[in-house]
């Protein structure tokens, strides 16, 4: 079945650092691709998505692409703040709209 | 504001007593809801899908007995943990599909803690 991978955390950036968390995903088509982000105590928050090959999703700094040839949606922003500190969790969607999480990566940002 | 609404937001109880979580859709109407549970530190599991007027699709795993689901109208969908017990302790979230069914809009979730 369809699943995703993403690495695993926890990460710990200082701030104005370069982030990347890596997630690829084995489907087989090409589902719909996101990433959300878990505030501590909260519910999941849509940060981006991207729904076919080469698509880029960008929100609040946050970019990734769908690669069709490396199966990955990894996510990027040039300088984290501390209030980025938060769980991500990178997500696809199969045909019948049912959402398939990767594990979760906690990231923390020190001043 | 909240696209869905999810209460309790943490329920503490007893062994044995059962617990009713609401997930209510506040900006659309939904034949279809999730619902999903977050082991602590973990990802999110997808326990069974909430259907408007007909039974719900569990998971492969998941006692439909133990986890019931009422989807009783387009705005409302209920779980409702029975005879809960401490290993049924985690993070409970439901979501929405939005207009366009390839966004989900999430609940803020339910903390439940089984003494």
């Known amino acids: 079945g369809d699943s995703v991978t993403q690495m695993e955390g926890p990460v710990t950036l200082s701030e104005e650092a370069f982030l990347t968390i890596n997630c690829t995903y084995t489907a087989t088509g090409y589902p719909s691709l996101f990433w959300y982000v878990q505030y501590p105590g909260e519910g999941l928050q849509l940060l981006l998505k991207a729904t076919k090959a080469d698509d880029k999703g960008s929100n609040k700094g946050f970019e990734a692409t769908y690669r069709k040839e490396t199966t990955s949606f990894h996510l990027e922003k040039g300088s984290v703040q501390v209030s980025d500190s938060a769980v991500y969790f990178c997500a696809g969607m199969d045909s019948s709209y049912k959402l398939i999480f990767g594990s979760g990566t906690r990231l923390l940002v020190r001043p | 504001g909240a696209v869905v609404s999810q209460h309790p937001s943490r329920v503490i109880c007893k062994s044995g007593t059962s617990v009713k979580i609401e997930c209510r859709s506040l900006d659309f109407q939904a034949t279809t809801m999730f619902w999903y549970r977050q082991f602590p530190k973990q990802s999110l599991m997808l326990m069974a899908t909430?259907?408007?007027?007909?039974?719900?699709?569990?998971e492969q795993g998941v006692e439909k007995d133990k986890f019931l689901i009422n989807h009783a109208s387009l705005t409302l969908s209920t779980l409702t943990v029975t005879s809960a017990h401490p290993e049924d302790s985690s993070f409970y979230i439901c979501?929405?599909?939005?207009?366009?069914?390839?966004?989900?809009?999430f609940g803020a979730g339910t903390r439940l803690s089984v003494l």
């Open positions: 979501s929405v599909p939005g207009t366009h069914k390839n966004i989900q809009y």
């Open positions: 909430s259907n408007e007027g007909s039974k719900a699709t569990y």
